[in-house]
């Protein structure tokens, strides 16, 4: 981890060092002849990757203007590095789909096309007030609009509606954390040898999930993990009852366990999982008994954090920022965004979406699907932290002291409001 935290601060000083020359590069004056050509980095794989190749091929096959080369780039975590090392070099794709808490870390070097004269110039039906707000807003950075959501999602419950059958429960998710730690204690077996058979949940620890779930326990007991400002509350009451709630039911009521996959859940190790409404797709194929998909957990409030891509414009040469526009839009519109949303399980984007009749008819035949739209009124942005180097990881690490060396969490807490705001000081600020 060492080396690649170097490697991070490395590529940000280098990017620091280039921005202010990267767009300094000579604009083309001339019009292209012939299509204009540009890159599209994305990310993802499954079926999240296959509907954004259905969609450039697509759009390429709808005019005879722009040619878009799509390029994966790996996980979120991989396109960031290789953005930042794109950036050092000069060399970056046009449009970019970047995991969107990272919006204010490159727009604020200016590594980012501010979309705002494109949206006010533009001379077709395309209406930003068509977007969600929630969804829009952390698009934003300083007042400027620098991302269009795309595919966007927020943590959802998923819960094996067997399992709780079986244990003389009713199929019905939690609505509140008590009741998740009531609905655990109940379905959890172990043999007589003390070996478990089965617990109520698995507690992700996932490298770039760990800290989304554990935001929307935090907000739902009230609370929040730093403000707009950076200033940090994880040592307030309400982030230290989720970590406690979370530490004591590995610990003390062993019925939850640490998890890094879903495998746990579909092998009905575990009743309870959480997972992004993106997830829903593969869950819901693959399993073998009722899966329930529900909100996450409220406790004196229902609130989560949004999470999911944006697509972001790089390009400096004005005739492909025109280009990578159109395609933005393409991306974004109600058509391709319903297409998105009954393939993969992320949310609408856009009010028209939502309204698409092939949307509309797509929820009607699948009604637990709607959750996803249903939980749109309780999002808020992740955590300001999120759009750190290193703040991932920091959280991560803290859900790992808590759940698998059984730290103090008050300890645990007020270390990691520690550790981050020594990272924004030091890569941020």
Known sequence: ??????????????????????????EVEQAPTGPVKIVYWR????????????????????????????????????????????????????????????????????????????VKNDKTAFNLKDYIPGLLADGYYDGKLYALPVMRSTPLLYVNGDMLAEAGLPRKAPA????????????????????????????????????????????????????????????????????????DMVFKDKTAIPSNSHDDFLNKKVAMVFGS???????????????????????????????????????NDKWRQQAAWDFMKFMTNAESNAKIVIKTGYMPVTTSAANHPDLVAYFKANPERAVAIDQLKYTRPQASVISLGKGTEILRQMVEKLLIANMDPATVMKETDAALLKEYNESYK
Do not use: C
Request: glycine share 8%.
């Open 277 to 315: 409404t993106g997830s829903m797709g593969n869950l819901l194929s693959r399993a073998t008994f009722q899966v329930i998909p529900a909100f996450i957990p409220g406790q004196v409030q229902n609130l989560v954090p949004v999470g999911g891509a944006v697509l972001a414009m790089t390009s």
């Open 43 to 118: 990310s993802l794989t499954g079926v999240a990757g296959d509907v954004q190749e259905e969609l450039v091929a697509q759009f390429n096959a709808s005019q005879d203007k722009v040619i878009v080369e799509s390029q994966f780039q790996g996980a979120y975590a991989e396109i960031l590095q290789k953005l930042l090392a794109a950036l050092a070099a000069g060399e970056v794709p046009d449009v970019v789909l970047l995991d969107s808490p990272f919006v204010p870390l490159f727009a604020k070097d200016g590594a980012l096309f501010a979309l705002d004269n494109l």
């Open 1 to 26: 981890m060492k080396k690649r935290s170097m490697v991070w601060v490395l590529l940000l000083a280098a990017l620091l060092l280039s921005t202010s020359t990267l767009w300094a590069a000579a």
């Open 176 to 247: 509140t954390w008590d009741e998740f730690r009531a609905i655990s204690k109940a379905v959890t077996k172990y043999n007589a040898a003390g070996e478990m058979i089965q617990v109520g949940a698995g507690f992700t620890l996932g490298l770039t999930t760990a800290h989304w779930y554990f935001q929307g326990a935090v907000y739902a007991y009230g609370g929040q993990i730093s403000d707009e400002k950076f200033g940090m509350h994880l040592s307030e009451a309400p982030a230290i009852a989720a970590a406690t709630l979370w530490q």
